[in-house]
């Protein structure tokens, strides 16, 4: 786990803090799907007292990432990441789990959705074509798992968590 702090970004971490805990509740404990957030949690960062974003994060257990995998800074100002890779950097054999969607994108968030996809899931790279192609993976343990092929564009935005030895087991 890398630890990232920066006293003269501590306004900063306390703004995103702010954001992806409002996020995170929308999603949590109001039904709103992870493609939905983005626009309201814009608004209520703005509109939420210090006070309401820390019971938020209790009553969420301190969460450490928000829907989309990003970090939630700590109440003391650290930014706590676990190390991980994106898709498109992974060579065949490589498994993990899913743990950031870099863009927010709603239509990639809705693609995922549709192809059945959420963070936390297992990951094994089957293959990669050549100049550029797709990614193709395996979602979800070897002989119950979904096969797709991801495009450079999606690969590059999804981040995977390597199991300990990186390689399919």
């Keep these: 786990m890398s630890v990232f702090r920066r006293p003269e970004c501590s306004w900063r971490l306390r703004v995103i803090r702010r954001r992806r805990l409002v996020e995170l509740f929308l999603v949590e404990s109001l039904g709103y799907g992870w493609e939905e957030v983005e626009h309201e949690a814009e608004v209520l960062e703005h509109a939420v007292s210090e006070l ?3 019971r938020i994060a209790a009553k969420l257990g301190n969460p450490v990432a928000d829907p989309h995998g990003d970090p939630i800074p700590t109440s003391d100002g650290q930014l706590l990441a676990a190390p991980s890779e994106l898709l498109s950097r992974l060579e ?3 498994v ?3 743990v950031r969607v870099w863009n927010g994108n709603p239509e990639v968030l809705r693609y995922l959705d549709t192809c059945g996809i959420d ?5 094994e790279v089957l ?3 050549p100049f550029g192609g797709s990614v193709v993976i395996r979602v979800g343990e070897p ?3 979904r096969v797709h092929g991801f495009g450079y564009g ?3 935005v999804l981040s995977i968590e390597l199991d300990r030895d990186g390689a399919a087991s």
Excluded: H, Q, Y
Aim: negative net charge; proline residues 4%; glycine residues 22%.
């Design 92 to 94: 065949p054999g490589a």
């Design 96 to 98: 993990g789990r899913l």
């Design 52 to 54: 309401f974003v820390e």
């Design 154 to 156: 999606l690969a590059e």
């Design 127 to 129: 293959g990669r074509e």
């Design 119 to 123: 963070l936390g899931d297992r990951i």
């Design 143 to 145: 002989k119950e798992g």
